[in-house]
């Protein structure tokens, strides 16, 4: 029997993030702005209240929250430490 | 745009093939180079044995290519390679290397350091230091 698809979207998580929420992609329920998606993701996953993450949209980070369009690609970002 | 990543650390060979190929491009005058070489830093938890980097790599390389684009815009720069590496690199090896190149030398200073801090700031790339004893923390950027 089918299902009712609900919208999904797809999570990509990097560092320290990666390891707490256990993998690098993961499939989430959309959320329509970032507020929100931070909110759930550290309710689900209390170990990013540690982390000072930023998330990125379509790999564009923002200072300000941002809406997340349907299909969007959106990547947990933990502090950078290249070089 | 530019890949500027490869697998595991950069070697001494790689950095002098690169100056040795702009002997040809005799306007240049100073060519000015970062090479960024992991330390073994003593933590309370251990002493710091190597370093595995990940990158979120077409975000990485998207803002490599602004970070060009711009430093081209602001200085009179020849040439501009940038290279980081992926994977483990042990204390002692180099994992970041970037050359600048001009026809006279405070270009190519300013412009190194510069983009150095840019890409240290603003390009997602993430050092998990492995200490001697196989266990890990994340490495911070100061």
Known sequence: ?83 | MKNIFLKGPIPPAFVGESMARHQSKTSIGAHALFLGQVRADEHPEGVVDRIDYTAYEEMALEKVHVIREEAFARWPLTCLHIHHSLGEVKAGEISFFVMTSSPHRAAAFEALRHIVDRIKADVPIWGREILRDGSDIWKQNH
């Open chain 1, 1 to 83: 029997m089918e299902s009712s698809k609900t919208e999904t979207m797809e999570i990509i998580a990097f560092g320290v993030a990666a390891r707490i929420i256990g993998a690098p992609r993961i499939s989430w329920p959309y959320i329509r702005d970032t507020a929100e998606l931070r909110a759930a993701l550290i309710h689900r996953y209390p170990g990013l209240r540690n982390v000072p993450f930023i998330l990125a949209v379509n790999r564009d980070v923002s200072p300000d929250e941002q809406t997340i369009p349907p299909g969007a690609t959106v990547a947990v970002l933990p502090p950078y430490s290249g070089g």
